[in-house]
């Protein structure tokens, strides 16, 4: 009697022994199904990474491209505000030469018909 109820508790400890091993071996298992998930999540994340630097990087090309796009066309509206003020400026100056040429037509065309009305009152 002694004999098999150590026997059955043998049998019951090896299969006690039996689970744990199962269920240590299901952990492993999942474990390495855990780590290798990890794994690949890692995998994704750095790829992420690297997507998120590269669109920052293209961003910031694109800030700098627009930056010096708008430098260039605060050139381009500085030089033709300038040619716009250098044209009136020209304008306005050749428009004082033709007034003063008139006002020195008339002075002579005076100064002709006062001769003229002289050399009359002469004769």
Do not use: F, N, P
Not at 29 to 47: F, Q, T
Not at 71 to 90: H, I, T, V, Y
Not at 91 to 111: I, V
């Amino acid at each position: 009697a002694v004999r098999s109820e150590l026997q059955e508790r043998a049998e019951q400890r090896r299969a006690l022994v039996a689970r744990h091993r199962k269920a240590v071996g299901a952990w492993r298992s999942r474990a390495r199904s855990s780590a290798s998930e990890a794994d690949a999540a890692e995998s994704v994340l750095e790829l992420l990474d690297a997507e998120a630097d590269a669109l920052r990087r293209e961003s910031a090309e694109e800030a700098i491209a627009l930056r010096a796009d708008v430098a260039e066309e605060r050139e381009l509206q500085w030089r033709s505000e300038e040619e716009a003020r250098r044209c009136d400026d020209e304008e306005r100056a050749m428009l004082e030469r033709e007034e003063a040429r008139c006002r020195e037509l008339h002075d002579l065309q005076t100064a002709l018909q006062a001769a003229v009305v002289a050399e009359q009152r002469r004769h």
